[in-house]
């Protein structure tokens, strides 16, 4: 569906009578933001992702608000306001732990969507006031960004399911692009000229296989064809960026579903690289088998609301050339440990090119794998001593990956598993660690020789 050139034509109102939204499955917050902007004598609707999850039956993970108010009106409306986004300003209005994001209505041609998160908490710039078109040197398609109408707001969202509008004025629904239609046949539709938006914002190739592997939508042929041939413009994103698109595909409870996506379509090349290269030698080996159990693994704990992180994916993701790099330096007599950390440190730098990963994240995950060699360690006190380390947990817990993907032997990870679960003094016979006099671990309680050896008397002058 193409935007028209001459304003958009007018909705197709679905009545309340004949959708399944109301009022109960919104958030209270939501609600009150809602009533408080109609109460004022503006436009106020319900948005994007909320009002498609609740069409089809999924509970909406958060609750976004479209407006004809600007930015400063609603700071005006509500104390809790605060005004983010230095290119595109939005509002967020707290309510205890909870975060309604208002957002004004936008010209059509606006390239970013309200929910894309290309927002930060900086103080607002004022949004240009014209509407200036161009591209870059690299092919994509940049406008600058003004407020416009809710009939202009529908033509810069992303897909024709996230473009439903519910108006709290009546509960109907505002369906522009055959939104309606697309959601109950579970098609996943760009709005305009796939090439187009595509060029606008190649991140839209991201969302439609996120979207794809949450929702379980079809991609359709016209929105699918040109991401092939396309894929190269993720090139030129930020690296940040994609490390916010990398979470949002990795970390929501379904991983392994969008890394396959990510394969089908060509893109992975373009978020991993040497991952997708030593893929490509070895479709079904050792690695292929760590990534797909360590997404599994991951999309459990999501489901299961237990903590994960994206250190641990990544060391998933990136452990074949990590591995491989390892090897050479192994080869030329590097000890294991070293190894490992400085293979880690130069794929990650290489990494850094298209997924940029903060140091909070790759200094653990060097740390994990290298202490891997250390699990081999099964005898005496410091085999004990290892299992209070900062790091044991979550490198035992990679050991385990390893081993159930074959690229460690079971025997190794089933022996640190008994030992974690054996009362003290069994632990040290099982590594053969004497206890002291004390019934302390030898060696506990003696006094450490200072450095510089054995201390020497002052001279006397005979000598």
Excluded at 123 to 149: C, F, I, K, M, Q
Excluded at 404 to 432: F, M
């Amino acid at each position: 569906m193409n935007q028209p050139n001459d304003g958009a034509p007018a909705p197709v109102i679905v009545a309340r009578a004949d959708h399944p939204l109301s009022r109960s499955m919104i958030s209270t917050s939501a609600l009150k933001v809602l009533y408080q902007l109609k109460d004022a004598g503006y436009q106020a609707f319900l948005v994007g992702g909320c009002v498609r999850d609740i069409v089809i039956g999924m509970e909406p993970k958060d609750f976004d608000v479209a407006t004809n108010a600007s930015p400063e009106e609603v700071r005006r409306l509500f104390r809790s306001c605060r005004l983010i986004g230095r290119r595109f300003r939005l509002a967020h209005v707290r309510f205890g732990h909870q975060i309604v994001e208002v957002a004004t209505f936008r010209a059509a041609g606006d390239p970013i969507e309200p929910d894309a998160d290309d927002t930060d908490d900086e103080p607002a710039e004022e949004p240009p006031s014209d509407d200036r078109v161009h591209d870059d040197d690299t092919g994509r398609l940049l406008r600058d960004n003004r407020y416009g109408t809710v009939d202009q707001d529908v033509w810069r969202r992303d897909f024709t399911c996230n473009a439903l509008y519910y108006n709290i004025e009546d509960f109907s629904i505002w369906d522009y692009v055959g939104g309606v239609a697309d959601v109950k046949s579970r098609t996943l539709r760009l709005i305009g000229d796939p090439e187009t938006r595509y060029r606008e914002d190649p991140v839209r190739m991201l969302r439609a296989i996120r979207f794809q592997a949450k929702l379980g939508f079809s991609i359709h042929e016209g929105t699918r064809e040109p991401i092939a041939r396309l894929a190269s413009l993720l090139e030129q994103i930020p690296p940040a960026r994609l490390l916010d698109e990398f979470q949002k595909l990795f970390l929501a409870g379904f991983g392994q579903r969008s890394f396959e996506l990510l394969m089908e379509h060509g893109l992975l090349e373009q978020l991993f690289p040497a991952t997708a290269a030593w893929l490509a030698e070895e479709p079904d080996g050792m690695a292929a088998r760590l990534i797909r159990a360590g997404l599994a693994n991951t999309d459990r704990r999501v489901l299961e609301d237990r903590p994960v992180t994206p250190m641990f994916l990544f060391a998933v993701l990136l452990f074949g050339p990590i591995s491989a790099a390892a090897q050479k330096r192994f080869e030329t007599g590097s000890q294991a440990g070293q190894a490992i950390a400085e293979a880690a440190d130069q794929v990650v730098a290489e990494q850094n090119r298209r997924i940029g990963i903060p140091k909070r994240f790759s200094i653990p995950m060097r740390e994990m794998l290298a202490l891997q060699p250390r699990f081999h360690r099964r005898e005496g006190r410091r085999a004990l001593a290892f299992i209070s380390h900062p790091r044991f947990r979550a490198a035992y817990d990679f050991l385990v990956l390893r081993a159930e993907s074959g690229s460690e032997d079971p025997a190794v990870a089933r022996w640190w598993t008994e030992i974690q679960e054996l009362p003290q003094e069994e632990q040290q016979k099982r590594v053969g660690a004497d206890d002291g006099p004390s019934g302390q671990p030898a060696g506990a309680g003696r006094r450490r020789r200072r450095r510089g050896g054995r201390r020497r008397s002052a001279p006397t002058p005979e000598s």
